[in-house]
């Protein structure tokens, strides 16, 4: 590897008040509109590791998405925010509110949710939104109230006219559903209801996360208003050893098309998933299944696994995600938090933390058996100074740069196509762990057929870079393709987490090419492997490879001569968000 390292030394050197239905007293908190903290950002906006295109406020903290939606032709997004600094803090969440009509620009509104009921007075926490029948959208979020339960509350708009929703009101009922002793809930983990669904007999359904004990299991609640709800007597779904599921959702996905549902969509060609963000390891797992909705409960396929075992949105930095139905595109879009992976001080000091991946449309693969995702079509309107490269052979031990794209923020696309499959390391059958597994077998680990990619984010001398890679091994009756994000080079600084992430391709590269798309944006890096069927996001910070010192290389550090049959590469525009 020293010489592949010397080769690339050679060859080249990331509040006016809110309004809910209550006048709040002077002992509340005062919650600021956007537009005044622009001001005090401006510092901020300069960093070289603020997004130039994913979602983030212009300082603070952010987590969870809340309530994506589309009305009146406004997309919406709610989202977990700490008003008063960049940690997430007790007490102060809120719901910050932003609006676009593209998905990419983003205006900044007034915060949507705060607390200011009983029922929510120690936080208003994440929920989702539903578009009721008469085309009324609604909130269900989980509040905490003086007793420190974990409670469901309803907000509604207090002018259903308005397209950019900007007032909300709580019910007096609040809450409206609450952890009775006669349920057996656990109060402090009852929370994050789920868009709802309308069943045949004209009840609504929600789920709501929760554990008992390790068991973790969604519980279903029924109503007729969407005010009262009565909990049903088994939830829609549980695992045991799965721990806390947080953030749960449940959408139908069509087995033929990669057309989205309404969420309330049933029929014989629809499959369910449901998702659980496991608090235990804030992964975002899912499984595929079959939904009865007359005795509304949810079954995984056979092979589709509950917990650490099963299939995950994203193997990276990804979690607390929520989908809705785009009416306006038929699609079923993805929104998640992409939390930091520098350290609190770090994030104290530069006055913000956590930011939105870039909102992925979500479909069935025609296996059937996992999901595959892109994102939206829209970002694309931010390429600019388009680079094409020929096909041409890669050979082992080489690199070749990328000219004439700004590397700090941009998408890049790249195939490989592979003819000797001859040398291909045989995969031990101990190898199950695909992180393990590039972890051990990382960028600098010369294989036969891989590692090959991208360097991203990579400094002039190559002390920093962030590596996107395949290898591909020989498995017992097929080749098996590994794709890993190695963090391991990402920064100098010693305090980030630079953790390596990994998971193994659903592809036959003996008859299909190898595709990597990569989305990176000053700190972040949202990678799609085999047209999206798998993903993996990273948060980088480097110290060198920052602004107009970052590079951006395709890299063959296998023994075996790769192809690459595509390689188009664009700067990317910045988007105006907040």
């Not at 690339?8 to 008040?17: A, G, I, Q, R, T």
């Not at 406020?57 to 406004?74: L, Q, R, S, T, V």
């Not at 193997?315 to 879009?333: E, Q, V």
Request: with cysteine.
């Amino acid at each position: 590897m020293a010489i592949f390292f010397m080769r690339l030394f050679f060859y080249f050197f990331v509040l006016h008040f809110g309004h809910g239905v209550f006048e709040l007293e002077a002992s509340h908190h005062v919650y600021h509109t956007f537009q005044n903290l622009e001001e005090s950002a401006v510092s901020a906006t300069s960093q070289p590791y603020r997004t130039g295109y994913h979602f983030q406020p212009p300082k603070n903290w952010m987590n969870d998405p809340n309530g994506p939606m589309i009305y009146k032709g406004i997309y919406h997004l709610f989202y977990q925010y700490n008003p008063k600094g960049a940690v997430k803090g007790k007490g102060s969440i809120v719901w910050a509110h932003s609006t676009s009509r593209d998905l990419v620009n983003w205006t900044p509104q007034k915060v949507a949710i705060y607390p200011s009921q009983p029922s929510d007075i120690d936080g208003t926490w994440s929920g989702s939104a539903t578009i009721l029948q008469d085309g009324t959208p609604a909130l269900l979020y989980t509040g905490i109230n003086p007793l420190h339960q974990q409670v469901q509350n309803l907000a509604l708009p207090k002018n259903s006219s308005d397209p950019y929703l900007l007032e909300w009101v709580k019910s007096p009922k609040n809450a409206v559903m609450a952890p009775a002793p006669e349920n057996q809930i656990n109060a402090s983990s009852f929370r994050d209801p789920t868009t709802a669904w309308l069943g045949v007999d004209g009840r609504w359904r929600v789920i709501i996360g929760s554990k008992i004990n390790r068991k973790g299991l969604a519980y279903l609640y029924r109503s007729k208003d969407f005010v009262h709800w009565i909990k049903a007597k088994r939830p829609l779904h549980s695992a045991k050893n799965t721990g806390m599921w947080e953030c749960v959702d449940f959408f139908p996905v069509s087995v033929n098309s990669p057309v989205g549902f309404d969420t309330s969509t049933l029929g014989p060609t629809v499959k369910h998933v449901l998702k659980a963000s496991l608090d235990d390891t804030k992964h975002d797992y899912y499984t595929i299944g079959e939904y009865d909705h007359a005795k509304d409960i949810y079954i995984p396929d056979e092979g589709s696994l509950d917990g650490d075992s099963g299939l995950r949105y994203d193997y990276g930095k990804f979690y607390a995600s929520k989908t809705f139905f785009d009416s306006a595109k038929n699609r079923r879009l993805l929104w998640a938090w992409l939390n930091e992976s520098s350290s609190v001080s770090d994030d104290i000091k530069k006055g913000w933390a956590g930011i939105q991946a870039i909102p992925r449309a979500v479909w069935l693969d025609k296996s059937g058996k996992q999901l595959v995702q892109w994102p939206i079509e829209e970002i694309e309107m931010l390429r600019t100074n388009p680079v094409h490269l020929p096909s041409q052979d890669l050979k082992g031990g080489s690199v070749l740069e990328v000219p004439s794209v700004t590397a700090a923020q941009a998408d890049v696309e790249i195939t490989f196509k592979l003819s000797n499959f001859r040398k291909a390391e045989v995969l031990d059958p101990s190898w199950t762990n695909p992180q393990l597994l590039c972890s051990q077998k990382g960028t600098s680990v010369r294989g036969s057929l891989g590692p090959f990619g991208l360097l991203v984010l990579a400094s002039k001398g190559m002390q920093e870079y962030t590596s996107v890679f395949f290898r591909i091994f020989k498995g017992q009756n097929k080749h098996v393709v590994l794709m890993c994000s190695d963090q391991s080079r990402s920064s100098l600084n010693p305090d980030n987490d630079k953790t390596t992430y990994g998971t193994f391709v659903d592809v036959d590269p003996v008859h299909k090419q190898l595709s990597l798309r990569s989305l990176i944006d000053r700190s972040v890096v949202e990678s799609f492997g085999g047209q999206g069927k798998s993903c993996i996001s990273a948060r980088v910070y480097p110290t060198l490879a920052i602004n107009k010192a970052a590079h951006l290389y395709a890299f063959n550090n296998g023994s075996e001569s790769v192809t690459i049959t595509r390689l188009s590469a664009w700067s990317m525009k910045k988007a105006h968000i907040n």
